[in-house]
């Protein structure tokens, strides 16, 4: 910083009837002749440097993914799971938000859940991050009742342009619920509450825009 206050100064004195000339990434600044402006160039030349280097950073992002997963328990039911999801970047690293999406497993769940990434390293090409979401699942439907959700994972993002990045992840999902079953024979018909835990290795693929 006193660099640059030292080559305005330089200007100051050195170019009273001569143009001069500024450039500093997208900021380009001239002062034609003349010495009022030329003794204000020291001023100007710090203000827009300070400018230019005190925008605010991207702070949402949104996020769509797609998955499936094997199951870990009998019966198996292999799950197709669509995400879409909000966050709020506090740093470089750690980003968090909420999500909701389709889960199909034998019964369709709609869950909303809180979700968090963290980065394991500054922004590069690839970056491997940890992330967990957690909440609740709700059924559409009226023979059947939503439960507790919780996914931790381990993945990867991959930058493609601007602030669009390629995630793939890998991870435990685990999904609760209750469904109503209905049993009949010729004597009788018997309704029952059927509660399922499914517990899954998921596997996962995105984009973050």
Not at 38 to 49: D, I, K, L, Q, S
Not at 70 to 75: D, Q, V
Not at 100 to 117: C, M
Request: with cysteine; aromatic share 16%.
């Amino acid at each position: 910083m006193f660099l640059l206050y030292g080559l305005s100064l330089l200007f100051t004195f050195s170019c009273r009837n001569d143009l001069v000339e500024y450039m500093h990434g997208d900021l380009k600044i001239v002062v034609e002749q003349g010495d009022n402006w030329v003794h204000e160039f020291p001023f100007v030349f710090m203000t827009a440097v300070f400018c230019s280097h005190g925008q605010a950073p991207e702070r949402f992002f949104y996020a769509a993914a797609i998955g499936t997963g094997f199951a870990m328990n009998e019966p198996a039911y292999t799950p197709v799971i669509v995400q879409v999801l909000g966050y709020y970047r506090f740093n470089e690293r750690l980003m968090a938000g909420l999500g909701t999406g389709l889960s199909f497993y034998e019964t369709t769940l709609i869950p909303v859940f809180l979700d968090a990434k963290f980065a394991l390293r500054q922004a590069r090409k690839f970056v491997s991050y940890l992330e967990c979401g957690g909440g609740y699942a709700f059924a559409p439907g009226n023979k059947a009742n939503g439960g507790l959700y919780c996914n931790p994972s381990l993945g990867v993002l991959y930058a493609l342009s601007g602030k669009m990045k390629l995630q793939l992840s890998a991870g435990y999902e685990f999904q609760q619920y209750e469904r109503l079953k209905k049993h009949a024979n010729d004597y009788l018909t018997v309704e029952y509450s059927e509660k399922r835990r499914h517990h899954a290795l998921s596997v996962k693929i995105g984009i973050i825009f």
